[in-house]
């Protein structure tokens, strides 16, 4: 049993990282990671991590990923914790066969538990 539980947190480090983890890494330039934020466009305009590129989940093909080497690790994220298109977003491209982790939280946790830096679109002002 002791054997199941190791092996099984062990695969769940491969597979996951966190905000802190994330931001630690782009803050001290150790950054070996794209950070691919797999919300729609609208929700990636609103607020994303900075940093993080706008794939959405939808959108991610064979195509639109040919920019990225399948080398460098992918670390995606979604909305937060009741949200799976990170989950699904990692799977199509470990299918493809990218490095990629799941950012747990999401930019929920990132924003408004973390309060690390985002990136908003600025409302224009009413005439």
Same mark, same amino acid.
């Given at each position: 049993?002791?054997?199941?539980?190791?092996?099984?947190?062990?695969?769940?480090?491969?597979?996951?990282?966190?905000?802190?983890?994330?931001?630690?890494?782009?803050?001290?330039?150790?950054? #070996?990671? %794209?950070?691919?934020? $797999?919300?729609?466009?609208?929700?990636?305009?609103?607020?994303? !991590?900075?940093? /993080?590129?706008?794939?959405?989940?939808?959108?991610?093909?064979?195509?639109?990923?040919?920019?990225? #080497?399948? %080398?460098?690790?992918? $670390?995606?994220?979604?909305?937060?914790?009741?949200?799976?298109? !990170?989950?699904? /977003?990692?799977?199509?491209?470990?299918?493809?066969?990218?490095?990629?982790?799941?950012?747990?939280?999401?930019?929920?946790?990132?924003?408004?538990?973390?309060?690390?830096?985002?990136?908003?679109?600025?409302?224009?002002?009413?005439?």
């Amino acid at each position: 049993m002791e054997v199941e539980v190791l092996q099984y947190f062990a695969m769940k480090l491969a597979c996951e990282t966190d905000c802190a983890d994330v931001y630690q890494a782009m803050l001290t330039g150790q950054q #070996d990671f %794209v950070l691919f934020d $797999v919300r729609s466009n609208e929700a990636f305009a609103k607020s994303h !991590a900075q940093g /993080a590129v706008n794939m959405p989940s939808a959108d991610i093909s064979e195509r639109t990923m040919a920019k990225y #080497d399948k %080398v460098t690790p992918i $670390v995606v994220y979604c909305w937060g914790p009741g949200c799976n298109g !990170a989950t699904k /977003a990692a799977s199509k491209l470990a299918k493809m066969g990218y490095q990629v982790k799941e950012m747990i939280g999401g930019i929920h946790y990132w924003e408004d538990f973390e309060r690390y830096p985002v990136n908003r679109r600025v409302s224009q002002p009413q005439s």
